[in-house]
């Protein structure tokens, strides 16, 4: 495997020295700082919000939740155990005043903790094994009126606009299948490519 192919993959599973470079990464490149702070924005959090975040990665999306709503309660769920790690790290404070709680495991290891007001993810669902059961599973965590967020920025040399936009129209259907209202695609212009956000709500109150 190359140097690159390496990288590449630590981005999915973080691990080891490799892993901590990703890492690293994730939390200090301009655009996905910036693509963070914007997908919690369309969440429109209220106070007292509880926020799922699938795919916490370094930690970067909670911060975001916590500065846009103060007073939300977070759960953030990472595959990673280094992420979670530095996750906790990041966001030590709002862990020792159980603001936040972040936790090695899969998406469906929060739905003991449902229902959610919102979830999100950023450059995660691109990676599931089954998108349309990821989707289903988020929606069935909602409490009713409650809003998802999926954004994906690509990341492939020479990758661009038409990407992003091929992955927004694919999981907006794939989101109006699994019994979401409302769907629409947003779109933040970013460099090297821009970012597209899948927005949808679970139907109810």
């Known amino acids: 495997m190359s140097a690159r192919a390496a990288l590449v993959a630590q981005f999915r599973q973080p691990s080891g020295v490799i892993g901590t470079f990703a ?33 916490c990665g370094p930690g970067i999306g909670i911060e975001a939740c916590l500065r846009a709503a ?55 669902l691109q990676f599931a094994d089954n998108e349309r059961e990821a989707l289903t599973i988020m929606r ?20 661009g606009a038409p990407e992003a936009l091929a992955w927004g129209e694919r999981v907006a259907a794939q989101c109006a299948a699994a019994g979401f209202s409302g769907v629409r695609i947003n779109k933040l212009d970013l460099k090297p490519a821009p970012a597209a956000c899948v927005l949808a709500r679970r139907p109810g109150a």
């Open 140 to 159: 069935n965590m909602l409490a009713p009126g409650g809003v998802v967020a999926n954004t994906f920025q690509p990341r492939a040399p020479g990758a």
């Open 70 to 124: 103060p007073d939300a309660t977070v759960l953030a769920v990472d595959h990673s155990p280094l992420m979670v790690a530095h996750a906790r790290r990041r966001n030590r404070r709002a862990v020792e005043q159980e603001r936040a709680r972040i936790v090695v495991g899969k998406l469906d290891a929060a739905v003991s903790s449902a229902p959610f007001d919102a979830i999100f993810s950023c450059n995660v």
């Open 23 to 55: 890492g690293w990464m994730m939390a200090n490149r301009p655009s996905n700082v910036r693509r963070n702070a914007w997908t919690v924005s369309l969440l429109d959090l209220q106070p007292n919000a509880r926020v799922l975040e699938w795919g």
